[in-house]
């Protein structure tokens, strides 16, 4: 793996700003222009686009380039760029698979500079992921896998945890609207699911879990609980065997480790407010198990948070919403919510 480098100090939170066509730009450009981003913060994307999305939306934001190393630019309603040009123009709501190298390039641009020691933690705007694909990378799935590729480690895990659970300051969760889900499968067809949850995988994603729960978020003793696969987790193999070939070996292999891991349990009663008192995560099988239930509590000021990366790394906890692009009216908040997270686990990393 390639060395990384954690530099002392204030150093800027990248934030991608996204599909062009999307909601990303103006999202960016609507924090700064409330002043709701950390004094260190730097965008990254095409400065020229983002100039004519400041000035459709009449936000009073001038995009700023510069280097990263150098000294983030100031002044009234300087919003610092570190500039990745577009393919083609972009109009918003219109997608163009010929800008998927150039959204990709914010991302390479986002892990260099936190590689290089050059930004404390990278934040990303929401990308379309069938652009991506059509634009010429048929395997990309998301940002989760692709930043595991592109940092080079084996497994990560993709966790989004509602606005009040990133700052509860006590153990287990205090109402339906306080949860975080971690996801042992993310962007794969749900046919392919239960030949994906594999014991080994299902073992390095709680390990991994568990690791970052108590070293990010300062969990000393993490209590994790697993969904089943199947309804009512299975029946006792009448409703399916994963749960008896796979779950429960797995997770009493994790427990014998001295894991604080329970179940499977059947996941449709698991999201209750006396099972969800009693854990500080809940390990989902797969995406729509976990995340329909997360964002049904907090879609909107959620965030999403990538374990086992050697660097920080936080996204909004919605996509490119192609119907409000360009008119001013998506909510900034989940992605003021994921810049202010990457900030702080970024400023704790540093610290510890
Ligand atoms: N972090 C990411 O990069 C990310 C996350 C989720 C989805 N996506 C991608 O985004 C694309 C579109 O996905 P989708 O249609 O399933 O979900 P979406 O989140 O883009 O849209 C779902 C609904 O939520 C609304 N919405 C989304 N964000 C909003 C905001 N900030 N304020 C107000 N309303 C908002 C939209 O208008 C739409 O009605 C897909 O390619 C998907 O893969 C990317
Ligand atoms: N699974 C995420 C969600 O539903 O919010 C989303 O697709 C983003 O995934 P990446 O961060 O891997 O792009």
New binding site residues.
């Given amino acids: 793996m390639a060395e990384w480098r954690h530099v002392q100090g204030s150093l800027p939170v990248a934030i991608t700003t996204?599909e062009p066509a999307g909601?990303g730009p103006e999202?960016v450009l609507r924090l700064a222009a409330d002043g709701l981003l950390p004094s260190a913060s730097v965008a990254v994307g095409d400065p020229t686009m983002l100039a004519e999305r400041a000035a459709a939306l009449g936000l009073g934001v001038t995009p700023t380039p510069c280097r990263p190393g150098e000294p983030l630019p100031e002044g009234p309603g300087v919003l610092p760029v570190w500039p990745v040009l577009l393919k083609a123009p972009s109009t918003p709501g219109v997608l163009d698979p010929t800008n998927a190298d150039y959204v990709l390039g914010t991302l390479a641009a986002a892990v260099t500079a936190c590689r290089a020691g050059h930004a404390a933690a990278m934040t990303?705007a929401?990308?379309?992921?069938?652009a991506i694909i059509d634009g010429g990378h048929p395997g990309f799935t998301?940002?989760t896998e692709w930043l595991r590729d592109a940092c080079g480690v084996e497994e990560v895990v993709m966790m989004l945890a509602t606005d009040s659970a990133l700052h509860a300051t006590r153990a287990g969760f205090d109402g339906p609207s306080e949860l975080r889900v971690a996801l042992v499968t993310t962007h794969l067809p749900l046919r392919d699911v239960a030949d994906a949850v594999t014991a080994e995988r299902l073992k390095r994603v709680a390990r991994i879990l568990e690791h970052d729960l108590r070293e990010q978020f300062g969990i000393a003793a993490p209590r994790i609980v697993a969904c089943g696969l199947n309804p009512h987790a299975g029946e006792d193999g009448h409703l399916g065997h994963e749960e008896v070939d796979t779950l429960i070996p797995a997770l009493d292999a994790l427990r014998a480790e001295g894991r604080d891991i329970r179940g499977p349990y059947p996941a449709d009663t698991l999201f209750t407010p006396r099972h969800l008192a009693e854990v500080d995560a809940v390990l989902a099988m797969y995406h729509d198990q976990g995340l329909a239930v997360l964002k049904y509590a907090g879609f909107?000021s959620a965030a999403?948070i990538t374990l086992g990366l050697p660097l920080v790394r936080t996204?909004?906890d919605?996509?490119?919403?192609l119907?409000?692009a360009g008119k001013g009216?998506?909510?900034?908040a989940?992605l003021g919510v994921a810049v202010a997270l990457a900030r702080r686990l970024a400023d704790r990393r540093m610290a510890g």
């Fill in positions: 996204g909601i999202l990303t929401p990308l379309h992921k069938g998301g940002h909107g999403n996204s909004v919605h996509g490119t919403a119907d409000l009216l998506a909510s900034p989940s």
